[in-house]
């Protein structure tokens, strides 16, 4: 079973509206990290916002926020006011566990394709 | 914030060369670093997570001799694809972590790799 799950290859919005990207996640660690990241067509993987598992409230940074439902393993990342520059694509990951400090790795999901429309 | 230094950016070579890729910590110490690769139009795949002094952890089938990882410092990470072939072109992309920052991995810009 897929451990991080998009199930929006791709996404339309017009610039200025919200739009909200889905993730699910599957795991049985109770110690787990969420992740969101944006990779323009440059190749690089920018971090936007973390959350988590044991976070009571959902993240938020700046117009990135995280719509976080852990009874249904949902981590959906809400952007409000879309810009031109946000076309890209997003990767939800997962990090599971975090004993002993070690950093574990990320499991990436197969990423959403954001088109901003002017 | 935290920067991570992938060299080079892109680079072409024939098929049976090697070719080394370099990530670097600039403005802290990584123990751990992370290599992943991804085809087009597709998710990251972790590769193999490299720790400082100690030998590279590789995921399944990836071949350890082909994808050789050195971390011989706590601020730089190489990767060198020996004997690389056509279906070895991907883009490769490097990150880094470090106790007391487990919250945020940084990523490189990535290496675009291409065998003729």
């Known amino acids: 079973a897929q451990k991080i799950t998009q199930t929006q290859p791709g996404m339309f919005v017009q610039e200025k509206e919200a739009v909200t990207l889905d993730c699910t996640y599957d795991t049985s660690d109770p110690s787990y990290g969420l992740f969101w990241y944006k990779q323009p067509s440059s190749g690089e993987m920018i971090f936007l916002i973390y959350?988590?598992?044991?976070?009571?409230q959902n993240a938020t940074e700046g117009r990135y926020s995280l719509n976080f439902q852990k009874a249904r393993k949902s981590a959906n990342l809400v952007i409000s006011a879309s810009q031109l520059g946000d076309s890209a694509m997003y990767f939800c990951?997962?990090?599971?566990?975090?004993?002993?400090?070690?950093?574990?790795?990320?499991?990436f999901g197969k990423g959403t394709k954001l088109s901003v429309k002017p | 914030g935290a920067v991570v230094s992938q060299h080079p950016s892109r680079v072409i070579c024939k098929s049976g060369t090697s070719v080394k890729i370099e990530c670097r910590s600039l403005d802290f110490q990584a123990t751990t670093m992370f290599w992943y690769r991804q085809f087009p139009k597709q998710s990251l795949m972790l590769m193999a997570t490299s720790n400082e002094g100690s030998k590279a952890t590789y995921e399944q089938g990836v071949e350890k001799d082909k994808f050789l990882i050195n971390h011989a410092s706590l601020t730089l990470s190489t990767l060198t694809v020996t004997s690389a072939h056509p279906e070895d072109s991907s883009f490769y992309i490097c990150?880094?972590?470090?106790?007391?920052?487990?919250?945020?991995?940084?990523f490189g810009s990535g290496t675009q790799l291409s065998v003729l």
């Open positions: 959350q988590g598992s044991y976070d009571q």
């Open positions: 990150s880094a972590g470090t106790r007391g920052r487990n919250e945020k991995l940084f």
């Open positions: 990951a997962m990090r599971e566990g975090r004993a002993g400090g070690s950093q574990g790795n990320l499991i």
